[in-house]
């Protein structure tokens, strides 16, 4: 695991949400953006929430992702 790779799935969320209108639940960024070299989706939305890209919210029990 490296900071190349983690940039790579934070790229790949930033793309699933832009294409699906921004927004997505967490779950669903997990089960659509693949894992790599134990790279898991929560490390790239973390990467992308420290950059200031990402926002989260809670909601019903579940939590919203949100592009800023």
Do not use: C
Not at 4 to 16: K, R, S
Not at 28 to 34: C, M
Not at 42 to 56: H, I
């Amino acid at each position: 695991m490296n900071e190349h790779t983690i940039g790579e799935v934070a790229g790949e969320v930033w793309v699933y949400l832009a294409k699906h209108g921004g927004q997505a639940e967490v779950t669903t960024i997990r089960n659509q953006v693949r894992a790599r070299e134990g790279v898991s989706a929560d490390l790239g939305m973390g990467w992308l929430a420290r950059e200031g890209k990402l926002y989260f919210t809670p909601d019903h029990g579940t939590v919203q992702v949100f592009l800023r």
